[in-house]
């Protein structure tokens, strides 16, 4: 957009003059026009994964502007049929687990969003790599760092590009903070506090099956504060202490965390508190704090609106569907490679990995862990 505005400086045309294009063919065989035109495709989707985010996802790109859902991979057949109702998806377009790969044969799908348990994400997202499709996947990217850099090494072999799902990255309140600590408003940052926590239902679901999960309220919803302290503090973490509690050992088996409390510090002084778990609702907090100033939010990472303040006042950005504005922001960085305030990529979602395998280690040796 901000070429076709440049555009239009250029050549002295008002807004009016898009309107006739069509009826003018020197317009069209304008250069910077094709040019233009190119840049304002959409990112075409398919969704891989077709469950509750999925469904949330699909709903809120219905007002995208730059991304644009064309397809869909599941393994329910009557779910496919049902979103091809709802969304307008052609039947070329549609797959299943075993034919996904053919995907690759298909011109009308630039990427594909893997919303599939954790435990698959590896698998699903090099197997999208491999079809030469983009990849964005959920968070948490993989269940370990290993798993996440081969994903990030598979991406990076096949020529495509991997984001995660991060969406609080564009979220108007949370990036108005990180503005205003970057401008040097909160003075020298030194705390950060994270608090993420929902009362996790049904015992049966995938999330508390740690081949499907690959860990328990960490992965899930304590990566929120992973991230978050990150971000917040605009710092990456040399060291990691946790400590566990599991007071529904039923419930959360070997492997699944229920509680974690674990603390990091920055280089630069600062050091950040935070709580992952699966047994308090209602539980969506961060805070942070310098030398000047201080910003606290709360919700703030749950689906909005965020709310938040600061010592200089209540954050009053307007709420827009996360997962709108997400999808054309990452359709703007695959298609015109586009920076974002805070990175979405696949290394940003390995750091996170790096970490939570660090958090895992500290609740087991009960040690500081270090982190390079
Ligand atoms: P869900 O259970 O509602 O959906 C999972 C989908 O994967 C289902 O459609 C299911 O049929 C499909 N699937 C494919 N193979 C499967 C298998 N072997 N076992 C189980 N399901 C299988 O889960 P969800 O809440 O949509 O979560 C999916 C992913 O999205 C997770 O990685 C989760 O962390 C992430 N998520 C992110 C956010 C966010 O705000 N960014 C919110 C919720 C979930």
């Given at each position: 957009m901000k070429n076709r505005r440049i555009f239009l400086q250029k050549a002295g045309?008002?807004?009016?003059?898009?309107?006739l294009t069509p009826l003018n063919p020197l317009w069209a065989l304008n250069e910077e026009n094709i040019m233009n035109v190119a840049e304002d495709k959409p990112l075409r989707v398919a969704i891989m994964g077709l469950g509750s985010y999925g469904t949330r996802v699909a709903n809120a790109m219905k007002d995208c502007k730059r991304a644009k859902l064309v397809g869909v991979i599941s393994g329910t057949p009557s779910k496919i049929e049902a979103w091809q109702k709802e969304y307008g998806i052609p039947a070329k377009n549609c797959y299943n687990y075993e034919t996904y790969h053919q995907i690759k044969d298909n011109p009308d799908i630039d990427a594909v969003y893997v919303i599939t348990p954790n435990g698959l994400h590896k698998e699903h997202a090099i197997g999208v790599a491999n079809a030469g499709k983009h990849v964005i996947c959920e968070k948490p990217m993989a269940v370990n760092a290993k798993e996440g850099k081969e994903m990030v090494d598979a991406c990076h072999a096949a020529r495509v590009k991997l984001l995660v799902g991060y969406r609080m990255h564009f979220e108007a309140k949370t990036q108005e903070v990180i503005k205003m600590r970057m401008n040097g408003d909160f003075g020298k940052v030194l705390f950060f506090q994270g608090l993420s926590g929902f009362v996790i239902g049904d015992p049966t679901q995938w999330r508390l099956n740690y081949e499907l999960s690959g860990g328990g309220a960490m992965m899930d919803i304590g990566i929120y504060s992973i991230n978050g302290a990150?971000?917040?503090?605009?710092?990456?973490?040399?060291?990691?202490?946790?400590?566990?509690?599991?007071?529904?050992?039923?419930?959360?088996?070997?492997?699944?965390?229920?509680?974690?409390?674990?603390?990091?510090?920055?280089?630069?002084?600062?050091?950040?508190?935070?709580?992952?778990?699966?047994?308090?609702?209602?539980?969506?907090?961060?805070f942070l704090n310098?030398?000047?100033?201080?910003?606290?939010?709360?919700?703030?990472?749950?689906?909005?609106?965020?709310?938040?303040?600061?010592?200089?006042?209540?954050?009053?950005?307007?709420?827009?569907?996360?997962?709108?504005?997400?999808?054309?922001?990452?359709?703007?960085?695959?298609?015109?490679?586009?920076?974002?305030?805070?990175?979405?990529?696949?290394?940003?979602?390995?750091?996170?990995?790096?970490?939570?395998?660090?958090?895992?280690?500290?609740?087991?040796?009960?040690?500081?862990?270090?982190?390079?």
């Amino acid at each position: 957009m901000k070429n076709r505005r440049i555009f239009l400086q250029k050549a002295g045309l008002s807004a009016l003059a898009l309107n006739l294009t069509p009826l003018n063919p020197l317009w069209a065989l304008n250069e910077e026009n094709i040019m233009n035109v190119a840049e304002d495709k959409p990112l075409r989707v398919a969704i891989m994964g077709l469950g509750s985010y999925g469904t949330r996802v699909a709903n809120a790109m219905k007002d995208c502007k730059r991304a644009k859902l064309v397809g869909v991979i599941s393994g329910t057949p009557s779910k496919i049929e049902a979103w091809q109702k709802e969304y307008g998806i052609p039947a070329k377009n549609c797959y299943n687990y075993e034919t996904y790969h053919q995907i690759k044969d298909n011109p009308d799908i630039d990427a594909v969003y893997v919303i599939t348990p954790n435990g698959l994400h590896k698998e699903h997202a090099i197997g999208v790599a491999n079809a030469g499709k983009h990849v964005i996947c959920e968070k948490p990217m993989a269940v370990n760092a290993k798993e996440g850099k081969e994903m990030v090494d598979a991406c990076h072999a096949a020529r495509v590009k991997l984001l995660v799902g991060y969406r609080m990255h564009f979220e108007a309140k949370t990036q108005e903070v990180i503005k205003m600590r970057m401008n040097g408003d909160f003075g020298k940052v030194l705390f950060f506090q994270g608090l993420s926590g929902f009362v996790i239902g049904d015992p049966t679901q995938w999330r508390l099956n740690y081949e499907l999960s690959g860990g328990g309220a960490m992965m899930d919803i304590g990566i929120y504060s992973i991230n978050g302290a990150r971000y917040m503090i605009g710092e990456e973490p040399i060291w990691v202490t946790a400590q566990e509690t599991k007071n529904d050992p039923v419930k959360f088996k070997e492997g699944v965390d229920e509680t974690i409390q674990f603390q990091f510090g920055f280089p630069g002084g600062a050091v950040a508190s935070c709580l992952s778990t699966y047994s308090m609702n209602n539980l969506d907090k961060f805070f942070l704090n310098g030398t000047k100033g201080f910003a606290e939010m709360q919700p703030s990472t749950g689906y909005g609106p965020i709310e938040g303040r600061t010592n200089k006042g209540p954050l009053t950005n307007p709420h827009v569907t996360h997962q709108t504005t997400q999808m054309d922001e990452m359709a703007a960085i695959i298609l015109d490679g586009k920076k974002p305030l805070v990175p979405v990529d696949g290394e940003e979602g390995l750091r996170d990995l790096v970490i939570i395998d660090a958090i895992y280690k500290a609740v087991k040796t009960g040690e500081k862990v270090g982190l390079v």
